[in-house]
Structure formats: structure tokens, C-alpha cells
């Protein structure tokens, strides 16, 4: 019997997903993001549950610079590797030296995990790219990394584009914390004085979020460079299939979509969609809502900072599904609980999954 399982761990305004798949006899995992350090504890909790001596992970993927995505991951790869709960085979994350050459930074957590990646696992950083940068090419089929046990994932996003946009925004960030572009021994060092990513230390927030400030309208005009270099891919295994799209924008992940379709076929069918930017309305279009058919739609925040999920979307994921949608949320807030009432009534239009009360964090089961 196979399985693939989503888990959508507390990780209050950010996303921390925790990825199974199984052949029946065996288990294997991916994570995407590891949320801001308020969320770590249950990121923490939930890699102290893999069974002794099978720490095995196929891939951690690191979305993009956000603290609401990074943090959690700084912090547990600030363990000394020996004590890492868990043994990545391959690491996806883009960092300077993925920026097209440029004399270009991503941001201080951004440096602080590729200081940490390049000391203690520079083996796997971005391995199934050839150690260059996690992109879609500007012509030719999207990249297909097979990992091992089943598992297929198609890139979707960040194109050349994007990645440069988003280096233009990380030389900013950086030199207000006066790190030197490239200096990955400067970063360490500074790493080694920040103690909120050192284990024992009281957890507080990061600074200042890249996220855009909402707009008015749903027309998926996000303006954060580090959202549109986010690594979204289409996850397929023993046929079923999630969409992971991070903070992605919409654009680029639509023209990715477009290419991955045969001729002939107009969307894409999948069980399931992560959806961008925390269900965020400057992270979904009409045009994606008509590419796409989907059952399930993942909506990963506590509402906390940006308000997220959105109303406009989660709306339009209604409106624009063809199937009866299943909204499936991480946390029970002001932001998610307001679609429960409507979703148990006789004939209702859409189904609503949300943690038991009194906790947080949720799975679905392909
Ligand atoms: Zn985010």
C-alpha cells in the first residue's frame, strides 16, 4: 500500500511542510522550509519522532531567504552535524553563488545558511542541479528530479528573472548588516554572536519580513523579490501529485505550467496545491485558478503578522474550483475558522479541514 502524506506543521506565519512517501515497505521524507523560530519547537518535535537510526531525508528544501520559511532551518543546521535529527541527501537552496555570477548577496539569514550549508554539507547543497543554481531554464523541458523511492518533482520556479531580481534585493539587506558580498567566513562569525540560532537561547522573532504589503485587487502582483525566487515544483508520486508553491509568483509559475501541459490538454490535474505566499491574494490569479484542477488546497499560516490566508483567495479557490474544493488549514484563526460554518451545511459548495481545537498543525493523506 502506498501513501503520501503532507503535514503541515505549526509554523505560525510561515510554512514548515513534512513530506512522506511510502512503496508499503518503505518510508521516505522530504522538508520544505522550516518557518520562523517561533515554529520551531514543532519542527523540532516532529524530527525527534523518525525511529533511531533511520534519519534519512531525500531532499530539505529551502524555498527562499523569508525568516518565515529559513529561520527554523538556520537554527537546526546550527547543531553540529553529528547531532542533526536528520541526514539530507540533497539540499535545494539558492544562495549567492547561484545568482548568475553576480556581486550579489541574499539577505544575513540568507548568508547564515549558506555559511552552514557550505561548512557542513557543502556535498549536497543543490546536488541535483550540479551544484549551480535551483532554476528553469529559459527554453527546453523543466527540470525532473527523480528521487529515490518513486518520488518525481518538476521545477517550477525561480526562472533566471526572478533570481536575478531577488540579488538586486539581497545586496541591500546585507550591507545594513555589514557582511561583506561573498564573505561566507563573515557570515559564520556573525552567525556565531546571533544566539537566537543557537539551541538553549530564548527564540524571538527575525527582523523585518520581506513580504509585500497587500494590494486591493487579485491580480497576483506581489512585489517581493524574495517571494518571486521562491522554489516551488510539482511533487508526483504512485500517482499522486501536490503542487508546492511556496511564496512563488503566479506569473512565473504559470509559465511553467503552460510548458509542462502537452498540446492539446489546457490544465493540469493534481490532487493537491500548497498554496502560495499563505494563501495570500497577491499569490493567485484567475489564470492559475484555469490552469489548474485540484481537489485539495493547503493553506499554511496562524494568521499571525500578515493575515493570512486572504479572504480574496481563499474565495476564488471556491469560486474557481470545477470539483467541491477541500480547504485545508494548518491553524484555527479569526483568518481560517470564518469558512467552517458554510462548509457543513447540506449542499455546501466546498469541505473544510482544520486542526482538532486546542492544536495546531494538520495532514493530509493522498
Ligand atoms: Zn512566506
Known amino acids: ?12 506565519q510561515g510554512d514548515a511542510l513534512w513530506v512522506e512517501y511510502s512503496d508499503g515497505a518503505r518510508t521516505r521524507r522530504m522538508l520544505i522550509d522550516g518557518g520562523p523560530l517561533t515554529g520551531y519547537e514543532f519542527l523540532s518535535e516532529c524530527l525527534t519522532r523518525l525511529p ?7 531532499l530539505l528544501v529551502v524555498s527562499h531567504v523569508d525568516t518565515d520559511h529559513i529561520e527554523g532551518i538556520v537554527r ?3 547543531t553540529p552535524r553529528n547531532r542533526w535529527p536528520i541526514e539530507p541527501k540533497d539540499i535545494w537552496f539558492n544562495g549567492y553563488r547561484h545568482m548568475g555570477g553576480q556581486e550579489l548577496l541574499g539577505g544575513r539569514e540568507g548568508e547564515f545558511l ?14 541535483a542541479f550540479d551544484r549551480s543554481a535551483v532554476v528553469v531554464p529559459d527554453a ?19 526562472d533566471s528573472g526572478k533570481l536575478k531580481k531577488m540579488g538586486d534585493r539581497w545586496e541591500k539587506d546585507v550591507a545594513k548588516w555589514e557582511i561583506s558580498p561573498g564573505d561566507l567566513d563573515q557570515a559564520w562569525a556573525q552567525l556565531a554572536t546571533v544566539q537566537k540560532f543557537h539551541p538553549g537561547e530564548e527564540l524571538t522573532l527575525g527582523g523585518d519580513d520581506l513580504t509585500a504589503k497587500l ?17 516551488a515544483f510539482l511533487a508526483e508520486f504512485s500517482g499522486k501529485s501536490c503542487l508546492f508553491l511556496a511564496d512563488a509568483h503566479m506569473d512565473v509559475v504559470c509559465r511553467s505550467i503552460r510548458r509542462l501541459l502537452p498540446v492539446g490538454q489546457a ?9 502560495s505566499h499563505h494563501g495570500s491574494k497577491n499569490n493567485i490569479t484567475a489564470e492559475f485558478l484555469n490552469l489548474v484542477d485540484a481537489e485539495h488546497f493547503l493553506f499554511s499560516s496562524s494568521g499571525a503578522i500578515h493575515d493570512h490566508p486572504n479572504r480574496e483567495a481563499v474565495v476564488a479557490v471556491i469560486e474557481g474550483a470545477d470539483r467541491i474544493p477541500t480547504l485545508w488549514f494548518n491553524y484555527r484563526s479569526e483568518f481560517s475558522e ?3 460554518a458554510d462548509s457543513l451545511i447540506p449542499g455546501a459548495r466546498y469541505r473544510t479541514r482544520y486542526p482538532a481545537r486546542g492544536t495546531a498543525g494538520i495532514v493530509l493523506r493522498l
Open 114 to 127: 549558506s555559511a552552514l550549508i557550505h561548512q557542513r554539507a557543502f556535498a549536497e547543497w543543490n546536488k
Open 338 to 340: 470564518l469558512y467552517e
Open 76 to 78: 537546526l543546521l546550527a
Open 1 to 12: 500500500m502506498t501513501s503520501f502524506n503532507i503535514e503541515m506543521l505549526p509554523a505560525a
Open 52 to 58: 533511531d537510526g533511520d534519519q534519512r531525508v531525500e
Open 215 to 231: 494590494q486591493a485587487q487579485l491580480k497576483g502582483h506581489d512585489p517581493s523579490d524574495a517571494n518571486g525566487s521562491s522554489i
Open 140 to 158: 527546453g523541458p523543466l527540470p525532473r528530479i527523480p528521487l529515490a523511492g518513486g518520488m518525481v518533482l518538476t521545477l517550477l520556479s525561480p
Open 267 to 275: 490544465r493540469l490535474r493534481v490532487d493537491a496545491v500548497k498554496m
